[in-house]
């Protein structure tokens, strides 16, 4: 299936001269209906922090590149056309540094990685974060374990091990393989939808039912690329299937808290559909959670959502489960993240709120 925007990565563009030993650092399929547009305006419109002065500094360097030619700033980009922009170094995520960053190991054995991902951490490098992601505290980690396992980690893309991945400001549990045989088992048990992920989220607003499911396609949003959106299925097919189950575990008056299970694994899915059935994570920045969605418009009250938004400076979202056979043994093996420091001492504050005040 086509990505509309693929390799999407957030990086300067460099002063160099065209050669035949270029890298890829972005590529950009342009949708079917785009209507004719300067390559040079289409780029600005995706690239984070590209001047046009820089863009067009690439085209005179022939380092934009529609449909495998290299073009000129004023060349219309058209529906079903595909743009990259090509350097002659690789792309930074590409150069990686093994560095000793202490990672919460869950569970390890010769085939797979269970790590507990701390907030803030980004997992891979790319958009800006070139250094202190778990996947180079994890290049380190594999540096130092025996040669018969390094030799076997799925390097080729850079992101040794990795299977899934969970967002920069979300904690909880990553399965990374250390073979590429549990590497192959374990991307299929994501394929088929058999593992267990469970995650824990408090939301905006007191939901109706204790326990429902969310079903929309989630693709790219049209008008903000950095954010996700849910297109109804009669909508031209839009965006990929995801399907998330929630339900209750506690309501504190203007805020729930709910467990999410995954049924498929889209980018930003939790936070996409919580948001769209009305209920947006709580300080989830990106999708506005970041503002007082839901309560009263005391002076006092927005005070209090104010502390909480500074003892959780980022979305109330966490991994808590994580559940898959073992590549190896076959056997199903579940492992539980405990809800992190930030987000239970917001949830002490919401308790006392919701029995001391709302009441």
Not at 29 to 52: C, F, H, S, W
Not at 84 to 89: I, R, S
């Amino acid at each position: 299936m086509k990505n509309n925007m693929t390799n999407f990565k957030e990086e300067e563009f460099d002063d160099t001269s065209g050669n035949d030993d270029l890298y890829e650092h972005f590529r950009f399929v342009a949708d079917k209906g785009q209507n004719p547009l300067r390559v040079d305006k289409y780029l600005m419109n995706l690239i984070e922090k590209a001047t046009r002065n820089k863009i067009q500094k690439a085209a005179v360097n022939g380092n934009i590149h529609v449909n495998g030619v290299a073009v000129k700033s004023n060349y219309k980009v058209k529906g079903g056309d595909v743009v990259t922009v090509l350097f002659e170094h690789p792309p930074y995520e590409f150069l990686l540094v093994p560095e000793d960053i202490t990672i919460d190991i869950v569970y390890e054995d010769d085939a797979v990685l269970v790590v507990n991902k701390p907030p803030g951490m980004v997992v891979h490098p790319g958009h800006g974060n070139y250094s202190g992601t778990l996947i180079n505290a994890l290049t380190f980690h594999f540096e130092n374990l025996p040669t018969s396992t390094t030799s076997s980690i799925n390097a080729e893309n850079n992101r040794p091990g990795l299977v899934h991945r969970i967002d920069k400001d979300t904690s909880g549990l990553l399965v990374i393989a250390k073979t590429e045989d549990a590497m192959t088992h374990l991307a299929k048990q994501f394929f088929d939808k058999t593992t267990e992920r469970e995650y824990i989220a408090l939301v905006w607003g007191n939901l109706e039912e204790d326990e429902g499911t969310i079903e929309g396609n989630i693709g790219r949003h049209p008008k903000n690329r950095l954010q996700n959106t849910v297109y109804e299925n009669d909508v031209e097919e839009k965006g990929k299937p995801a399907v998330t189950h929630y339900k209750v575990l506690e309501r504190l008056g203007y805020v729930t808290l709910v467990s999410c299970k995954l049924e498929t694994g889209r980018t930003h899915q939790i936070r996409v559909h919580m948001k769209y059935i009305g209920h947006t994570i709580f300080n989830d920045e990106r999708y506005g959670g970041e503002k007082i969605l839901k309560g009263t418009t005391f002076t006092k009250y927005k005070q209090f959502v104010d502390n909480c938004f500074k003892i959780l400076p980022r979305q109330a979202l966490h991994a808590r489960t994580l559940g898959f056979v073992h590549p190896v043994t076959n056997e199903f093996m579940r492992f539980e993240a405990p809800i992190p420091q930030d987000i239970e001492e917001c949830l002490e504050k919401w308790r006392h709120y919701s029995q001391h005040v709302i009441e």
